[in-house]
């Protein structure tokens, strides 16, 4: 297997996608598909899953020769580390050698002699993940927001609790984070002020999610300028960065919080 990202903008959006993982959980499983990249892990409160599409088309060369699945367990501290070397201009290439499955070998270049090139064997693991089926279900409520501006406010709102109280009607969207110790901060916005949302005729939505882990997903703010934000009523958020095309992106699912006066 040999993949290779040339592309600036593109090696960037790769190196972000992981450099974050860490703050999710340890340990990842890739897989690497003759039709595209593939990853699911659940962070280690057990409350969030992620999943990572990228279909071959997406990498300036995807050559896999291998049969079937290439399935990559690695430690997201390592491959943080490893990412963190990178120059912005240089290129990405990952190779895995059957022969030697216990590494994948990672090299960083550029035609820049300024620039030194750097290549690194990561050791590999064996981890025994069960994939999650999550099925397609229509939201309640959904819309597109610029991801800087989401981000912010998630930031801002954690600094007042621990927890965010979103209620969408058909006029606007509320968010709220309470505590005892620094008060209430509230945030109203007009749907008007959305770059696109949809609700249910008559409907209004309350629910509750954790700021902690809602602002990790907001930590990949810088890959994409929107992201979408998708509500059913007792699931989990779902949270979508596109990556220059609908079959590239990365997904979020957050599971809400119980209140204890929920019915």
Same mark, same amino acid.
């Given at each position: 297997?040999?993949? /290779? /990202?040339s592309s600036?903008?593109? #090696?960037?959006?790769?190196t #972000?996608?992981f450099?974050?993982?860490?703050a999710?959980t340890?340990?990842?499983?890739i897989?690497f598909?003759k039709?595209?990249m593939y !990853?699911q892990?659940?962070?280690?409160s057990?409350?969030?899953?992620f999943?990572? +599409?990228?279909p ?5 060369? @995807?050559?896999h ?5 290439v399935s =990559?367990? !690695?430690?997201s501290?390592l491959?943080f580390k ?6 912005? =201009?240089?290129?990405?290439?990952l ?5 030697n *499955? ?9 035609? *820049?002699?300024t620039?030194f090139?750097?290549?690194?064997? %990561? ?7 069960? !994939?999650?089926?999550?099925p397609a279900?229509?939201?309640d409520a959904?819309?597109s927001?610029p991801? !800087?501006?989401f #981000?912010g406010l998630?930031?801002q709102l954690k %600094?007042? &609790?621990d927890t965010?109280d979103? =209620?969408c009607?058909?006029e ?6 309470l505590?005892?110790?620094?008060g209430?901060?509230? +945030?109203?916005i007009?749907?008007?002020?959305l770059?696109s949302y949809a609700?249910?005729e &008559?409907?209004?939505i309350?629910l509750?999610?954790?700021l902690?882990?809602?602002n990790n997903?907001c #930590?990949?703010?810088?890959i994409?300028k929107?992201?979408? +934000?998708k509500?059913i ?9 596109y990556l &220059? ?7 979020? @699912?957050l599971a809400?919080k =119980?209140n204890?006066?929920?019915?």
């Amino acid at each position: 297997m040999n993949i /290779i /990202i040339s592309s600036p903008q593109k #090696a960037e959006i790769f190196t #972000a996608m992981f450099q974050n993982t860490k703050a999710f959980t340890e340990n990842i499983n890739i897989m690497f598909e003759k039709e595209r990249m593939y !990853l699911q892990s659940m962070d280690s409160s057990r409350v969030s899953i992620f999943e990572y +599409v990228l279909p071959n088309t997406w990498f300036d060369k @995807y050559e896999h020769v291998n049969e079937g699945c290439v399935s =990559i367990g !690695l430690n997201s501290v390592l491959l943080f580390k490893i990412l963190s070397t990178r120059d912005k =201009i240089q290129e990405i290439s990952l190779t895995f050698d059957p022969e030697n *499955n216990d590494k994948l070998f990672i090299s960083f270049t550029s035609e *820049n002699k300024t620039i030194f090139d750097k290549h690194f064997e %990561m050791p590999l693991m064996d981890l025994e993940e069960q !994939l999650m089926d999550i099925p397609a279900m229509e939201s309640d409520a959904e819309f597109s927001i610029p991801s !800087l501006t989401f #981000a912010g406010l998630v930031n801002q709102l954690k %600094m007042f &609790g621990d927890t965010i109280d979103v =209620i969408c009607s058909e006029e606007k969207i509320e968010m709220n984070s309470l505590s005892e110790g620094f008060g209430k901060m509230s +945030v109203n916005i007009d749907i008007d002020d959305l770059d696109s949302y949809a609700i249910n005729e &008559g409907e209004t939505i309350q629910l509750s999610f954790s700021l902690n882990i809602l602002n990790n997903i907001c #930590a990949y703010h810088k890959i994409t300028k929107d992201i979408e +934000v998708k509500f059913i009523k007792n699931f989990p958020m779902k949270l979508i960065y596109y990556l &220059g095309d609908e079959n590239a992106k990365m997904t979020f @699912y957050l599971a809400p919080k =119980i209140n204890d006066n929920d019915d």
